[in-house]
């Protein structure tokens, strides 16, 4: 705890040869500057702890954790984030991330195929209901369809990762767009993936 300006004086006077006692006020001025400088420090300390943070500085704390702060998110909320890491990188951990994103909008669940598994295969296209795919050092996350389904002739549409792109028809859900958000940040550096809509 910050010492207040008349303790920090009296600490001081206890050490100072008496005839320091005529310039005590000017002593004071330096001891009210020690007792600000001990309080400010005071502060920035606690606001570096997760509870002792809040607003801008709980945010930037956040930040050097890898935790960024979503739009209207409150103190509590990051603070629980923070404290509860979130599990990332293995298989177990993305397809239940991807999962949880999915179950508002259907009872299918996603899943993972690696290249060592049945059905991918070393070729760089989709087919019927096999996935063919070149990622030697990732993996196809197939998800259910949300929305409707594509329709009419096949397109190139948006550029999604690696430089790949994906092929669809229509207009795809915005669940997607936050799925491709939610595993690029969990998965491990280096590993490629691609989403495919398995309608």
């Known amino acids: 705890m910050s010492r207040t300006t008349n303790e920090v004086l009296a600490q001081a006077m206890k050490f100072l040869p008496p005839r ?22 005071e502060t920035f300390a606690e606001a570096s702890t997760i509870g002792g943070a809040d607003g801008t500085f709980l945010t930037l704390l956040a930040k050097g954790f890898g935790v960024n702060r979503a739009l209207e998110e409150t103190d509590d909320s990051v603070r629980f984030r923070l404290r509860n890491a979130e599990e990332q990188v293995t298989r177990a951990s993305i397809l239940s991330a991807v999962n949880t994103v999915l179950a508002p909008y259907t009872n299918d669940t996603a ?50 990762f690696d430089g790949e792109v994906y092929f669809g028809g229509g207009v795809e859900h915005p669940v997607y767009s936050i799925i491709i958000a939610l595993v690029e940040r969990i998965r491990a550096a280096g590993i490629r993936w691609r989403l495919y809509i398995d309608v």
């Not at 320091?20 to 420090?41: F, K, L, P, W």
């Not at 993996?139 to 949300?146: A, K, S």
Request: aromatic share 14%.
């Open 20 to 41: 320091y006692q005529s310039i005590e006020e000017v002593i004071a001025g330096v001891a009210a500057i020690q007792a600000e400088r001990e309080s400010t420090a």
């Open 111 to 160: 899943t993972m195929l690696e290249p060592w598994e049945e059905g991918f295969l070393d070729v760089d296209m989709w087919f019927d209901n096999t996935i063919f795919s070149d990622l030697h050092n990732g993996f196809v996350l197939v998800v259910p369809l949300v929305g409707d389904a594509p329709t009419g002739s096949m397109f190139f549409d948006s550029e999604y």
